[in-house]
């Protein structure tokens, strides 16, 4: 072979060369592009996943769930996976078992509360619905208190009202559907027939302990919980007004009433709070049957305190003057001999028979001539039983009341009359005397 000709071979082998590296270069690089295309593609693939996620958790938080009730419980994607477990336990357990109970009341399948538990006057534990919207009323005083947290239209029966005349026109202004919701006449109680027939939530009656067989036959015969009412001190009932209150889902305004009343009574314990032991009258507080009297843990006991007086029961041994009602004698009384007597309202006395020695309903006042009260003519008496009810939120217009008769100088300034208005003003939104809308 020729020097030319091996000259054109080489060449040509040298351009297949070239072109098979060109051809192994190019498939690489697709390869290689087509790699890093896939890879960049999961990449963004697990971007959008992770962005998704985390669109979620800022679209519903179990904080926001919890806020915001209607949320249905799949939808939402936990943070606190215990706090989102409770809540779905929570709602799991009330779609199955409505109407159940605990110390913190029960939740519905929406996550609303539809009960829930309160203690009682008498230190019972009951569950009603929530918010309670029917509710029978055998105890006035308590319906009071029902009637300044707000609540007249949670009331669906009434039994016994002493003194209705009386009465009537002041729960006639605060509930116009009073007359249609009473179970029975004048002082008498309705029967469980009558309380059954407006399907009550909730029923409340006067009872001092546990074994009360009114609680017993209501709460047996009619499967309705009862509210023991048993006011015993001021505390007792301001607790009330908080519990009522929650009933009916209106705390806020329980916590109002209490300011109110507190306000009120500053107007009188502003000045007694300072008094000497001296300048403290001893008291025998005198409830309807003469001889009953307030023992020293009750709601009289409080009144006479803190308007300034000593309950004279202070000076006496026996170890029944601690409960709400004890009895005393003639002898007693004459020993301890109180400086001032106080009568609860008396329809068949007053306190001139009293003071002038009468005999009135077999009881000899003559009897009573050598009671200092007696000799110094202080022998006062509650004198509208309706307004200066103290086991009722008008506790504070008694304690004005009281203050006045037992530091006439202290309290000159006080007028009842208007003090008696702005407190029913503030208090059920009424005036008084009259009754029309503040």
Known sequence: MNTKTKVFFVAIILLVSVFLSGCTGSSEDKEKTGTD????????????????????????????????????????????????????????????????????????????????????????????????????????????????????????????????????????????????????????????????????????LWASDWNSADIKAIEENLKVPVYGVFIDSLDDLQRQMKTFSKLIGNEERGQEVIDIMDKYMEKVTDVTGSLSAEEKPTVYWMWGDIYGTAGINSTANDLIEKAGGLNILNNWTNETKSIEHPTLNLETLLELNPEVIYMWNNENLDPVNITSGDTVDGIDFSTWKDISAVKNKRVYEISDPFIYDFHSPRLPLAMMHVAKDLHPDKFANINLTQEVDSYYVEIYGVHYPGFEKA
């Open 37 to 204: 295309q896939v890879t960049e593609n999961i990449s963004q693939a697990k971007e959008k996943e992770n962005n998704l996620e985390k669109d979620a958790v800022q679209r519903i938080t179990p904080e926001e769930a919890e806020a915001n009730d209607t949320a249905p419980v799949n939808e939402i994607t936990p943070i606190n996976d215990t706090a989102a477990t409770e809540k779905m336990d929570s709602a799991t357990s009330s779609s199955g078992n409505k109407g159940s109970s605990s110390n913190s009341g029960g939740s519905s399948s929406s996550g609303k509360i539809d009960k829930i538990t309160v203690t009682d006057d008498i230190g019972r534990e009951i569950t009603v619905p929530y918010p309670c919207e029917r509710s029978v009323f055998l105890v006035e005083n308590a319906m009071n208190s029902m009637y300044a947290v707000g609540g007249a239209d949670k009331v669906s029966g009434i039994g016994a009202v002493w003194y209705e005349d009386t009465k009537a026109p002041f729960f006639r202004a605060i509930d116009p559907n009073y007359d249609k919701k009473r179970l029975s006449n004048g002082s008498e109680q309705p029967s469980n027939e009558k309380i059954a027939s407006v399907d009550p939530q909730i029923v409340f």
